[in-house]
């Protein structure tokens, strides 16, 4: 007993330095692991790739429209749904006409309100016939994409045109599958994956209430 | 340790204090030899010290970014480099470009055309070299219900599919590069400041990640780096500036610098360039002819949180009509075909 009595200082002291030494309990972080990114999350290439020439592709063959245009002609109205081209639903609000937009003679140009031809790759004149807002502010830079330099002295800009966003049979901008979500010390999961039922001290200010994320 | 045998008498002891008894001898070599393993065990974390994770004395002497000389510049700029190449075994682009003359950016943000996909957010992270692990992001893209702008209760950590839900509207959040920067005003080391051309930057050498900042700013836009950042080498962006991506070190802030080392050689920042509705716009708005100028000027405009007194240099536009994603276009088509020409 007395020996105990002196010595239990040295020896407690002992007994944290062979814990401290040892480390029987290894450390193990609450950082979750990276979420793997796909990788069109980071793709910057426009929604839509549009060929911007009038070509047509049937069984591997490329055809210009005016191919077959110039020997078949088609009826200048039509209500009916279409024989040929039956992948086009025509999805455009009021704008339900093909020659709306086609030009009626020259299959491989569009038209303008005149009746004029408006070539392939300039689709941006053609929408701009009633959208006008749309056609101001993109013209100034306030819709649509722009890629490369801001400075145009510096390096090219290419600036996105209205087709490689919308679909000219169904304008809409589409709805997408979101990028993975935050899974940062403060806005992610509550609970990091692997380590279910821990507290995690970096997470403490998670709230409580939100149910735990198991993934 | 202790003996077996019966020490002589206490009274003993007491007569001859000049002498060291058995018993005082061994008590107190082993307190010695207890304190001596309780000591090395205190420092045996050191054991797990590797090469560069103290500061060479190049590194400790190293001065604040703005004292420094061209010369002592480019040998920062060298020795980070060498410091990268050895870590991720990439030779990466060390630059320090200047701000440049008669520009001050700024961004809009079409809040009408915005979907929350989150590829800013993924662009972002890919463009600026932070942490993965944990995950350091710069962008935050809040939904919220529709008529309402309660970022309060905004959700970070919607990933119902797909996007954009009929009835939500989304709102990414980065640092708006404040001309009124609170964050700045804080900093007891000085070290972040705004440049002439508008972006507040960090001198992550020069930070002693007190966290002041982050407590400060009002658009929650400061990330500090509570362990060592990891990064795949793969993952590395080899295109490296010094006020902006290059790697930073455990225990220091960080933001979005507008993406300095590439809008400051005229490129436009990752996050725009990867939006797939055009929704970000960016610009010299000194430029009458920017497109960030005519949104200033013509557009609908509002800045976050205007009543912290902090200009932000980032602005959210709207169009006179919003975008009409949700618009059950099909119905109206149909019907007015039905009714003929």
Redesign the interface.
């Known amino acids: 007993m007395s020996?105990l009595r002196?010595?239990w200082?040295?020896?407690a002291?002992?007994a944290?330095?062979?814990?401290?030494?040892l480390d029987p309990v290894p450390f193990v972080?609450p950082?979750?692991?990276?979420?793997p990114?796909p990788d069109w999350?980071?793709?910057?290439n426009?929604?839509r790739q549009p060929k911007l020439v009038p070509q047509y592709v049937v069984a591997g063959f490329t055809y210009q429209c005016s191919d077959c245009h110039r020997i078949i002609p088609s009826p200048r109205?039509t209500?009916r749904r279409l024989t040929q081209h039956t992948e086009i639903e025509?999805?455009?609000?009021?704008n339900?006409?093909c020659f709306n937009c086609h030009h009626p003679r020259n299959r491989d140009a569009f038209v303008d309100d005149f009746g004029e031809e408006i070539p392939w790759n300039q689709p941006q004149r053609l929408c701009g016939k009633c959208h006008g807002?749309?056609y101001r502010?993109w013209e100034?830079?306030?819709?649509?994409?722009?890629?490369?330099?801001?400075?145009a002295?510096?390096?090219p800009q290419l600036k996105?045109r209205c087709i490689e966003?919308h679909d000219p049979h169904?304008p809409?901008?589409?709805?997408?599958?979101?990028?993975?979500?935050?899974?940062?010390?403060r806005?992610?999961?509550p609970l990091p994956p692997g380590h279910e039922g821990r507290r995690d001290p970096?997470r403490i200010y998670s709230t409580p209430a939100s149910p735990v994320a198991s993934h | 340790m202790a003996t077996p045998q019966n020490p002589p008498g206490a009274g003993g002891d007491v007569a001859r204090p000049a002498e060291v008894s058995r018993r005082g001898f061994l008590t107190q070599g082993a307190a010695a030899a207890a304190g001596l393993a309780a000591l090395a065990a205190a420092l045996s974390p050191l054991r797990h010290l590797k090469e560069g994770d103290l500061p060479t004395a190049e590194e400790f002497l190293q001065k604040h970014y703005k004292e420094m000389s061209a010369t002592e510049r480019a040998r920062v700029l060298a020795r980070i480099q060498e410091q990268v190449r050895k870590r991720y075994g990439v030779t990466p682009q060390v630059n320090d470009p200047p701000p440049l003359d008669g520009v001050e950016f700024v961004y809009g943000l079409n809040i009408s055309r915005c979907i929350g996909c989150r590829k800013c957010v993924h662009a972002c992270v890919a463009e600026n070299n932070p942490s993965r692990a944990p995950e350091i992001q710069y962008i935050r893209v809040l939904e919220m219900e529709k008529g309402s702008i309660d970022v309060e209760t905004a959700n970070h950590r919607y990933d119902a599919s797909p996007v954009p839900r009929p009835d939500k509207w989304y709102m990414p959040v980065q640092c708006h590069q404040c001309a009124n920067p609170p964050c700045v005003k804080v900093c007891p080391v000085e070290a972040t400041w705004q440049e002439p051309d508008g972006i507040t930057v960090i001198d992550y050498d020069w930070c002693i990640g007190c966290r002041y900042c982050e407590a400060a700013c009002p658009y929650w836009a400061r990330r500090f780096n509570f362990t060592e950042p990891q990064i795949q080498p793969d993952q590395l962006n080899p295109h490296l500036a010094y006020l902006s991506n290059r790697p930073r070190q455990k225990g220091v802030m960080e933001k979005c610098t507008f993406c300095l080392h590439r809008t400051r050689v005229g490129r436009l920042p990752a996050c725009l360039e990867v939006c797939p509705t055009g929704s970000r716009k960016f610009g010299n708005v000194l430029d009458p002819s920017s497109e960030v100028h005519y949104i200033l000027k013509y557009k609908r405009v509002f800045i976050l949180k205007a009543d912290v007194g902090t200009m932000p240099r980032f602005f959210y536009y709207f169009d006179e009509r919003g975008s009409r994603y949700h618009d059950p276009l099909e119905g109206e088509g149909q019907a007015t075909l039905g009714e003929g020409a």
């Open positions: 020996f002196s010595f200082v040295p020896l002291l002992l944290g330095a062979l814990v401290l030494v972080s950082v979750a692991h990276p979420v990114v999350a980071t793709n910057t426009p929604v109205e209500q025509l999805n455009h609000g009021l339900t006409r807002p749309v502010d100034h830079g306030s819709h649509g994409r722009l890629n490369g330099y801001w400075d002295g510096r390096g996105r966003c169904h809409p901008f589409g709805s997408m599958t979101p990028a993975p979500g935050p899974d940062t010390l806005m992610g999961p970096l």
